[in-house]
């Protein structure tokens, strides 16, 4: 059973950093996953954040974040981080980690076999 557990969430003012942190269970953080973060604002669609392998091969960014969301693991803690950078209002919703073997497409939610139970994120003007 793979488990993911968010973490990192908090209200901050636009233009404010965060580190979202995803702990896996060991089984979540084999070196063919993907983990990936997505998103929910209320009365919007989920977005698929960010995608990154564990092997450290591959990363995807949705094009609203390219350029202020990165990615980092530590390994040994089983745990992937997510930087978010320079936030602005719309960023605003709960986020959660997934994990799949290889999801295609990777921003798609359904590709996803593993989800964590989310994290909220609150960016005020």
């Known amino acids: 059973q793979v488990q993911l557990l968010e973490s990192g969430g908090d209200s901050v003012q636009a233009g404010g950093s965060l580190r979202l942190s995803c702990a896996a269970s060991a089984s979540g953080f084999a070196s063919d996953r993907y983990m990936g973060w997505f998103r929910h604002a209320p009365v919007q669609n989920r977005e698929g954040v960010a995608a990154t392998s564990i092997s450290g091969e591959s990363a995807f960014y949705a094009d609203s974040v390219k350029g202020r969301f990165t990615s980092s693991q530590d390994n040994a803690k089983k745990t992937l981080y997510r930087q978010m950078n320079s936030l602005k209002v719309e960023d605003s919703a709960m986020y959660y980690c997934?994990?799949?073997?290889?999801?295609?497409?990777?921003?798609?939610?359904?590709?996803?076999?593993?989800w964590g139970q989310g994290t909220q994120v609150t960016v005020s003007s």
């Open positions: 997934a994990a799949a073997p290889r999801p295609v497409p990777w921003f798609q939610g359904e590709a996803y076999h593993y």
